[in-house]
């Protein structure tokens, strides 16, 4: 099962402009990371956000963490074609023997048109 | 430093066959996870080794195994090839050093598995 889950599933916009993308998950986090994925290649770790954080900016970057509702929020801010990739949130579940593998969301499939 | 190295980057197979994927960690990492891609399941974790022990596993069946060997290196078997495993099998390293692993995942570009 999805941990996270991101929102929109798709987003279209024009270069230079800002682009938000959310993150919901279920249970207590440790931290929660973001990575990015260009078609068909493999993810690349963006920014890493602890549950004792609630903002954090990397470049262009700039993630949220509000633990009370369980959310997160990625801002890339003046977008470039090169931004053009699937973005995924992702979070580890802690049960009663410790941590599971890293979980993610479906992912947003960002798309910034020239 | 190199990246995560996984081999081979594309394979066809057909049903009923067996596979064996291969994953070079970065030079120190020793924590390797595994995961499994696809259009309709999107990133699923298979499982995650640390000093040559399974440390987690997710939730597939007992045709998907792995190991690690002293060097990090690791590898990931699927049995009896179905279908639906036709996927993007991508690797991570880490540096995990003990304990729980919280840290970010450096992913190779990983292994796409066409099964006919």
Known sequence: ?114 | KAGVTQTPRYLIKTRGQQVTLSCSPISGHRSVSWYQQTPGQGLQFLFEYFSETQRNKGNFPGRFSGRQFSNSRSEMNVSTLELGDSALYLCASSLRTSGTNTGELFFGEGSRLTVL
Not at chain 1, 1 to 8: T, W
Not at chain 1, 22 to 34: A, D, E, R, V
Not at chain 1, 38 to 43: E, F, I, K, P, V
Not at chain 1, 55 to 66: A, F, M, P, Q, W
């Open chain 1, 1 to 114: 099962s999805q941990q996270g889950e991101e929102d929109p599933q798709a987003l279209s916009i024009q270069e230079g402009e800002n682009a938000t993308m959310n993150c919901s998950y279920k249970t207590s986090i440790n931290n929660l990371q973001w990575y990015r994925q260009n078609s068909g290649r493999g993810l690349v770790h963006l920014i890493l956000i602890r549950s004792n954080e609630r903002e954090k900016h990397s470049g262009r970057l700039r993630v949220t963490l509000d633990t009370s509702k369980k959310s997160s929020s990625l801002l890339i801010t003046a977008s470039r074609a090169a931004d053009t990739a699937s973005y995924f949130c992702a979070s580890r579940v802690y049960s009663g023997g410790g941590a599971d593998g890293l979980t993610f969301g479906k992912g947003t499939h960002l798309i910034i048109q020239p």
